[in-house]
């Protein structure tokens, strides 16, 4: 396994989850890595991403103030901090590793995603 994302669950709207991604060196080392999220019914969305120097971070327009991504390249993981949730953040959220941006984000490497779900 490449990528692993976990920390997904059951939670309330307002209250917080972090989700996780364990990667190998191959996907996580010398790239960008990303968490985009997949609704039911919809197409898959950027999330957040981060540099592999940790210095700069990106987050979709609709995200920006309630989560935050971050990253720690000795110990190949990347975090996905979420706050103050609310149902419409209902998703299989994955992490990607071998990030690159040309206009939009995409990845090499997928893991198989983590379920959150928010409830009302």
């Known amino acids: 396994v490449q990528l692993q994302a976990s920390g997904g669950g059951l939670v309330q709207a307002g209250g917080s989850l972090r989700l996780s991604c364990a990667a190998s060196?191959?996907?996580?080392?010398?790239?960008?890595m990303a968490w985009f999220r997949q609704a039911p019914g919809k197409e898959r969305e950027f999330v957040a991403a981060?540099?592999?120097?940790?210095?700069?971070?990106y987050y979709s327009d609709s995200l920006k103030g309630r989560f935050t991504i971050s990253r720690d390249n000795a110990k190949n993981t990347g975090d996905l901090q979420m706050h103050s949730v609310k149902p419409e953040d209902t998703a299989v959220y994955y992490c990607g590793g071998g990030c690159t941006r040309v206009g939009d984000w995409s990845c090499g490497y997928w893991g198989q995603g983590t379920q959150v779900t928010v409830s009302s």
């Open positions: 981060i540099t592999w120097s940790g210095d700069l971070t």
């Open positions: 060196v191959r996907t996580f080392t010398n790239y960008a």
